[in-house]
């Protein structure tokens, strides 16, 4: 990073400890230098909240170890200077999880520093706005789509499960499987939500408890050619003992719980296949891939349904709302101000 670059300073969020043992959130100006050491320097326009940023933002250290610390998993923009040949400045890119706002400097702050490892170039026909509207929630949803059809789970074999619908993730698989032509159904607990699943997508949405099978039996009548799962607890345990000979169930998440009480007929039995998602971690190039399918043939014509937008000033609301399990679909963080 060039030395006359150092002394810039940009608008970020800066969680830190207080005195008192908890933690408070404000905005604040960094200097580059504060920045870690990258490859890739990159002025960001647009971020997203996740669960997991609400997590850092409240001094989890499951999530980040070390504060003051500036949270945002995702982020989308320009890059400023890149020490790699694969960018140049003026390059449109995106970056999702890997360490990014969990030890890494990130996305709620106007700029991030970063290897180049971890940078994917933004797709033809989407923008940065809309990348950031998916965000890790979409593409992990799409992750979870792209495994399941490797499985050879296509729209002719019955009806897909998706739990957890209202979130980040289950509202993207709603709406990406319903486009590209499978019969979904939703499970939420936000019964009142019924409508905005629909208008999604869904053909079907039932609640948490129609979806949740405590009987101890081993096996229940197989209901679903394949599941995204994104809740953990009894509702995947029931999904898997629900799912159709051959299905496969693609588990990305752990909100009910992180336990799994069940047998292993479903898998001797019917063959059933259990898709684990580390959407952390996933290598380039299916995250690659899983981009271009969401901004070709997954792309979604009406993103607003799903998103709301806040400045980084209004971001401290935003993510009480989240961590209280009252958000709906995604937040985008504007950060262009």
């Known amino acids: 990073m060039e030395k ?5 300073t940009f608008k970020a969020m800066v969680v830190q400890a207080t005195a008192d043992g908890k933690y408070s959130r404000q905005i604040t100006d960094k200097s580059l230098e504060e920045l870690p050491e990258g490859e890739v320097l990159i002025k960001v326009l647009y971020s997203s909240l996740n669960y997991k940023d609400g997590l850092s933002a409240t001094g989890h250290k499951g999530v980040t170890k070390n504060y003051p610390h500036t949270p945002g998993i995702d982020a989308a923009g320009v890059v400023e200077q ?10 449109e890119v995106i970056v999702t999880s890997y360490d990014l706002g969990m030890n890494t400097s990130g996305g709620f702050g106007q700029y991030i520093s970063v290897p180049v490892a971890w940078v994917v170039p ?15 929630a979409g593409l992990s949803a799409g992750f979870c ?19 957890g619908a209202t979130g980040g993730v289950g509202s993207f698989a709603v709406a990406m499987l319903a486009k590209i032509g499978y019969h979904v159904c939703a499970v939420t ?19 948490r408890d129609d979806a949740t099978d405590t009987t101890g039996k081993p096996l229940l009548k197989g209901r679903w050619a394949g599941v995204v799962d994104t809740v953990g607890g009894d509702i995947l345990a ?15 998440g752990n909100v009910a719980s992180p336990d799994l009480h069940i047998n292993v007929y479903p898998f001797i039995l019917r063959g059933i296949t259990l898709i684990g998602i580390d959407s952390q971690r996933t290598p380039m190039d299916f995250r690659r891939r899983t981009w271009e399918k969401i901004a070709d043939e997954w792309k979604l014509t009406d993103l607003d349904r799903q998103i709301s937008v806040c400045s980084l000033e209004a971001l401290d609301v935003e993510i009480d709302r989240i961590l209280a399990g009252k958000q709906k679909g995604r937040v985008v963080v504007d950060l262009t101000g």
């Open 189 to 207: 607990g936000k019964m009142k939500e019924r409508q905005f699943l629909m208008d999604l997508g869904a053909k079907a949405v039932i609640s």
């Open 238 to 252: 029931t999904a898997i003992r629900s799912t159709k000979q051959h299905g496969a169930v693609a588990s990305c």
């Open 122 to 136: 933004l797709p033809g026909n989407l923008s940065l706005k809309e990348s950031m509207a998916y965000g890790s």
């Open 4 to 8: 006359d670059m150092d002394r810039k």
């Open 82 to 91: 890149s020490l790699s040949d694969a960018f140049q400045p003026g390059d």
């Open 145 to 163: 789509i792209l495994k399941l059809q490797a499985q050879g789970i296509t729209s002719g074999q019955g009806d897909i499960l998706v739990t």
